[in-house]
């Protein structure tokens, strides 16, 4: 099962937003609305941020959204700031019954 | 409150064995599946595997097939994870995280053990 695909960095200035994208195949993102995406600060356990693709665990910030369009998902976060700054990473149940990451994105707050 | 506690730093010759523990605390140790999950020094997550603690059921990443062993202990809630025949390119942080069903995303994860496999 190969990696799901994510671009290596992204970045924007505060009160912007961005998009991070994350791509798939038919036999993962595109077959199932089991999506993930966990934010992971340096030296830190990953943290749930999406789950089912756009849904919120409680206490994550409405800041945060996701979507999906074939087997591309999206995470969307809207006027960023500089705590937002930290690597991401998206995840996908695959027709294997595994789980396949992507290979994470940096986000940098300019 | 609810949590996963993993043990300490390990380090290893190639070759050996090591044994992680995962200890849940603050909810039903036998409705939540647990994974193991890696990283390795300054790359992406990697998924190793699954085990249903009710039933102790398993599945493995077809990438450590016939190395990896994951078991629980209901007495005590605690997750295991053995990984033999270790190789320079086992050295990673490993994290238990749980979820509700095999297929939800993993809600809560512990803060992770660091194997180092060295000479």
């Known amino acids: 099962q190969s990696a799901l695909t994510q671009p290596a960095s992204v970045s924007g200035s505060p009160g912007q937003s961005i998009t991070i994208s994350c791509s798939g195949t038919?036999?993962?993102?595109?077959?199932?609305?089991?999506v993930s995406w966990y934010q992971q600060h340096p030296g830190t356990a990953p943290k749930l941020m999406i789950y089912?693709?756009?849904n919120r665990p409680s206490g994550v910030s409405d800041r945060f959204s996701g979507s999906k369009s074939g087997n591309t998902a999206s995470l969307t976060i809207s006027g960023l700031q500089a705590e937002d700054e930290s690597e991401y990473y998206c995840?996908?149940?695959?027709?294997?019954?595994?789980?396949?990451f992507g290979g994470g994105t940096r986000l940098s707050v300019l | 409150q609810v949590q996963l506690v993993q043990s300490g730093a390990e380090v290893k010759k190639p070759g050996a064995s090591v044994n992680l523990s995962c200890k849940a605390s603050?909810?039903?140790?036998?409705?939540?599946?647990v994974h193991w999950v890696r990283q390795a020094p300054g790359q992406g997550l990697e998924w190793m595997g699954i085990?249903?603690?009710?039933?102790?059921?398993?599945s493995y990443a077809q990438k450590f097939q016939g190395r990896v062993t994951m078991t629980r202990d209901t007495s005590t809630t605690t997750v295991y994870m053995e990984l033999s025949s270790l190789r320079f390119e086992d050295t990673a942080v490993y994290y238990c995280?749980?979820?509700?069903?095999?297929?939800?995303?993993?809600?809560?994860w512990g803060q992770g053990t660091m194997v180092t496999v060295s000479s």
């Open positions: 995280a749980r979820s509700f069903l095999a297929s939800d995303a993993f809600d809560i």
């Open positions: 603050g909810y039903t140790f036998t409705r939540y599946y």
């Open positions: 085990i249903n603690p009710s039933n102790n059921s398993t």
């Open positions: 038919s036999s993962d993102v595109g077959s199932y609305n089991l």
């Open positions: 089912d693709v756009t």
């Open positions: 995840s996908s149940y695959t027709s294997s019954s595994t789980w396949v």
